[in-house]
């Protein structure tokens, strides 16, 4: 099977969910493995029978889990466990299950005393803005963790810091905010030794057409002491807008002849992962997964 032909394979599996192929492919030419895919559901409980590696998510853990300070919820995500441990991808010398979860995307509106960036999502308000008190957020990371303890609940080995921090709809705050919350998190994280903290994501167009393009702005965040609190980077990888792209870019092409490569075509996912990949090593994350 040539790349092409791989990644056809993928994108059809797009039909079906919403699918994560992970950069990379057996150096062999035979099959690829099912660690290679990771499958992002909107209702764990109707995952579908076939082979995956890493179970994801379509809904993000703070502003769902603390709707209100202080009283915590975690049923959503609980499905989300236990979809993986039925799909057998748990190690069980662990009991550490292949989640992962997005900490959060936006602050909930109570712990945003400025309500100016603030919005309401599924009748919750979430703010772009930065919690007023770093507390809060460290507060809702230790209950987390508390509750995938490997005991009463497996552990969780993936937890991604912010959603796509490059798109204004989910962070507003500066580097070094963001920084503060990486930093808060990090021990919370590490004091389970079955866990991994990754960097916050980002989303869109690659490169550096823009203060917000992919390369620019985890270069910004990555220099601002971000690396020094992420076992791992995180990216991802659309490969056009949502809307108006016609031809829509498949995902070896970086553009179209209906859009501009690295602006509203945002780049192959093998242009991605590369350019991603080289900033990972160049400002912190060397030897770090991706």
Not at 34 to 61: C, L, S
Not at 152 to 167: G, M, Q, S
Not at 270 to 288: H, I, M, P, S, Y
Request: proline share 7%.
């Amino acid at each position: 099977m040539n790349t092409r032909t791989k990644w056809l394979a993928c994108a059809s599996l797009l039909l079906l969910n919403e699918v994560l192929c992970i950069h990379g492919f057996a150096q062999s030419g035979g099959p690829i493995p099912p660690a290679f895919f990771g499958m992002a559901m909107v209702n764990a409980k109707d995952a579908p029978a076939v082979p995956m590696g890493t179970v994801a998510h379509g809904d993000f853990a703070w502003q769902r889990i603390e709707q209100q300070k202080g009283v915590f919820d975690f049923s959503l995500f609980d499905v989300y466990v236990a979809a993986a441990v039925k799909g057998g991808l748990v190690d069980t010398s662990t009991n550490t299950a292949n989640v992962a979860i997005t900490l959060a995307a936006g602050t909930p509106g109570w712990a945003v005393a400025d309500k100016s960036t603030c919005g309401t999502t599924n009748g919750v308000s979430v703010c772009t803005a930065p919690p007023d008190d770093v507390q809060d957020w460290k507060d809702f990371v230790t209950a987390l963790l508390a509750h995938y303890d490997g005991a009463t609940k497996p552990h969780v080995r993936i937890y991604e810091l912010w959603n796509e921090f490059n798109v204004s709809q989910w962070w507003t705050g500066t580097d070094a905010q963001m920084v503060a919350l990486a930093q808060a998190a990090y021990p919370i994280v590490h004091a389970d030794p079955n866990s991994l903290l990754l960097t916050p994501s980002v989303a869109g167009p690659v490169g550096t057409a823009s203060p917000r393009s992919g390369v620019t702005h985890m270069t910004s965040y990555l220099q601002a002491g971000g690396a020094a609190y992420a076992d791992g980077g995180a990216f991802h990888g659309y490969v056009g807008a949502q809307n108006g792209v016609n031809p829509f870019p498949m995902p070896e092409d970086d553009g179209t002849p209906g859009c501009t490569p690295f602006v509203s075509c945002y780049g192959s996912i093998v242009t991605k992962a590369t350019q991603l990949r080289g900033v990972f090593d160049q400002f912190g994350l060397a030897g770090k997964p991706m």
